[in-house]
Structures are given as C-alpha cells and as structure tokens.
C-alpha cells in the first residue's frame, strides 16, 4: 500500500496535464486488487472534498471582501 500511496501522490503531479489520463489508466492497469482499487476511489474522493471545502473556503473569503468594498 505505501508504493499505491507515493504512486498516487506522483500521479497528483501530473494533475491538470495531458499526461493525468493516461497515468491515472496506467495506475488503474497496475493496482487491480479491490482493496488497491477502493484505496485509489478513496484518495480521489477525499482529494474532492478538500477542494470543495477550499472553493467554499475562498467564496466565503471573497464575499466577505464584497460586503467589505460596499460598506
């Protein structure tokens, strides 16, 4: 599980590149047993939800400073 962990982690480098798609295949391809495939479905899930607490970290924030500006 620790080489799926760095596995995943060096996937996350290529996030947002043309590369993602093909590794994230390439991952998929190489870790086939459930509980690999259950770690992976994990990690994004809880990669997700970082980010939407993040989005809804920094739309709070920008709403405070529009409340701010009109005052």
């Known amino acids: 599980m620790e080489t799926l ?3 995943l982690q060096t ?3 290529f ?8 590794k994230l295949l390439e ?3 190489t870790y086939t047993t459930t509980e690999e495939r ?3 479905y994990n990690f994004f899930l809880s990669d997700m939800e970082r980010t939407h607490n ?4 920094i739309s709070k924030r ?3 400073i529009q409340v701010a500006e009109m005052a």
């Open 27 to 29: 991952l998929k391809n």
């Open 38 to 40: 259950s770690f992976i």
């Open 62 to 64: 920008l709403e405070a």
């Open 15 to 22: 996030s947002g590149s043309a590369l993602f798609d093909s």
């Open 5 to 7: 962990k760095k596995d």
């Open 54 to 57: 993040a989005i809804k970290h």
């Open 11 to 13: 996937l996350m480098q």
